[in-house]
C-alpha cells in the first residue's frame, strides 16, 4: 500500500469511525492507510482521551507550513561540502553535527550529494564505493609457513577487543612488478599504520612491520596475520617487537575484519591496479591522515588517531 498522507476528509471519516467503536486495524483499512498511520494521528489530534478532526487538521497545516519555511543554513551546507570533500561519509557527518546542536540527518547530505551530481559537482567522488567479497579459492591450498601459530591459540581478550595493543596485518598489492603496502591496524582504537615496500618478499614485510611498529613497540602485545608467504619472517617480528604472532585460518579474511575493512578505505587513495612506483611517502601520508582522522562510528564517532594517542599516554 502507498503511504498517503490524511486528507481532512479522511480525518473526519476516522473521527466518525470512533464514534461507533470501530476498530484501529479496521479505521485503516477502510480510510486506506497503514494502522501505524491512525495511531500516530490519535496521538497528535486527542485532547483529553477526544479526537477532534477540526483540530488535527490545523495543526497538519501548521506543522506543513514550519517544514516549508525550514531551510539548512548556508553556513552548515558549506561546512558539510568542506567534511564531504575530506572524505567524510553522510554518515559520520551527521552525527557530529548532531552531537554539536546542528542536526542534519545523513539522508539529507546523500540527496545533497545527488542534486550535487546532477548539476555537474563531483561531491560523489569523496563517497566510498562498493565492497570487495571475498570467496574461497577452490584449488588454492594455504602456503605452509614454519612455526605458524594458529589464531586458535590467541588469548581469548584480543576477540573481545579490551585489551590495547593487538595489531592486524595485512598486505596490499599495486599494479604486477610495482611493489606492495604492508598495512598494520590496532584493534581497539582502529590506528592504521602503511609503508609500501619494493616486494612482497618476506624480507621486504619483515623490516617493514619492524620499523612501523618500533615506534609503538611497548603497545604491541599480539600481532594477527593471514597464511601469506610474506609473513614467513614472523619469528624475527615477535623476537624484535617482544610480541606474539599468529595466523589466521586459511581464507579467513573476516578473522582480520578491521584491517580489510581499513585496506578498503585505503583504496579510495590508491585505486587497485596503480602503479605503486608513482605512489609516494607523501600520497601515502596524506592517505593515513584522512583514515585515521576519520570520526568512526565503532568508536562513538571518535577519531582513530586521537583515540589511540591518547590510550597510549594512558598506558
Known sequence: MNYQQLT???????????????????IAKTVQCHRSTVYRELKRGCKDNYYCPSMAQMASNTRRRAALKYRIPRERVDFIRLLLEAD?????????????????????????????????????????????????GKKEKAPAIKNAVSID?????????????DWE?????????????????????R????????????????????????????????????????????EAIARELQADVYFAHPYSSWERGANENANGLLRQ???????LSTVTDSDIEFALSRINYRPRKCLGFKQPAIVFNNMALAA
Not at 481532512?8 to 479496521?26: C, D, F, M, N
Open 169 to 189: 596485518i595485512d598486505t596490499v598489492l599495486g599494479k604486477h612488478g610495482t611493489g606492495a603496502m604492508v598495512t598494520i591496524l590496532e584493534r581497539k582504537t
Open 269 to 275: 587513495y590508491v585505486k587497485k591496479g596503480t602503479d
Open 8 to 26: 481532512e476528509g479522511r480525518r473526519y471519516q476516522i473521527s466518525a469511525l470512533l464514534e461507533r467503536g470501530i476498530s484501529v486495524s479496521e
Open 88 to 136: 567524510w561519509s553522510p554518515e559520520q557527518i551527521s552525527s557530529v553535527l548532531t552531537k554539536a546542536g546542528a542536526a542534519v540527518s545523513h539522508e539529507w547530505i546523500y540527496r545533497f550529494v545527488a542534486r550535487d551530481k546532477c548539476s555537474g559537482g563531483k561531491l560523489y567522488r569523496h563517497l566510498r564505493q562498493g565492497h570487495k567479497r571475498y570467496r574461497r
Open 191 to 234: 590506528f592504521y599504520l602503511v609503508k609500501k615496500v619494493p616486494s612482497k618478499s618476506a624480507d621486504d614485510v619483515t623490516q617493514a612491520t619492524i620499523e612501523l611498529l618500533k615506534p609503538y613497540k611497548k603497545h604491541v602485545h599480539t600481532i594477527t596475520a593471514d597464511n601469506g608467504r610474506e609473513f614467513a619472517g614472523h
Open 153 to 165: 591459540d590467541r588469548p581469548s581478550i584480543v576477540d573481545s577487543r579490551e585489551r590495547f595493543g
